[in-house]
């Protein structure tokens, strides 16, 4: 057999035989969800997906290399605090402070993948101006330029989507320069 015909047997066994699996890496990213009741921020809900927080904080407690559920919940406050500090919310009045609740934090999925769901809940300063309102997003963009956030904004039955970078960091969500998609 000709090295040409052995090649030309072997292509179509391949496509035959059906499509191989591809692995490949999925590019980093997190979900934000903000509700609006009015003018006023009532949630404020993140997934990140494990892979992605263990880039950020040392979760795996003993080092051998299995995150467990305990491991997870004895880093819930080291977790709230890089999420208050990597996430920013404010108005016409000030800095927002993004409060946590019991059970702020739930194992999910995203894209397949283990996650964390977490939900903050923002208190925004009273603002003579409620038509102002801009989130800021830091986190994960030092340890990968790639990463994206995309930011689902509920106002009023309607709804707004954002794309963070690195290069976008900040969006106006209420005002008059507001964007969306």
Not at 153 to 176: I, P, W, Y
């Amino acid at each position: 057999m000709t090295r040409l015909s052995f090649f030309f047997t072997i292509g179509l066994l391949l496509l035959w035989a059906g499509p191989l699996p591809v692995y490949g890496h999925s590019q980093s990213s997190s979900r934000l969800h903000l509700d609006i009741v009015e003018t006023e921020p009532k949630t404020l809900t993140l997934r990140m997906t494990l892979l992605d927080l263990v880039h950020l904080i040392a979760l795996d407690g003993n080092g051998d290399g299995k995150l467990t559920r305990g491991e997870i919940t004895a880093s819930e406050p080291r977790i709230l605090s890089l999420l208050q500090k990597g996430i920013a919310l404010r108005n016409g009045g000030g800095d927002c402070v993004l409060e946590t609740r019991e059970d702020a934090i739930l194992l999910t999925t995203l894209e397949e993948a283990p996650a964390l769901r977490v939900v903050l809940h923002p208190l925004c300063p009273t603002a003579a101006n409620t038509a102002s309102l801009h989130l800021g997003y830091e986190l994960l963009f030092n340890q990968d330029p790639t990463h994206r956030a995309l930011l689902t904004v509920s106002m009023n039955e309607q709804k707004a989507h954002f794309l963070l970078t690195s290069d976008q960091r900040e969006v106006t969500l209420m005002g008059s320069n507001a964007e969306g998609s």
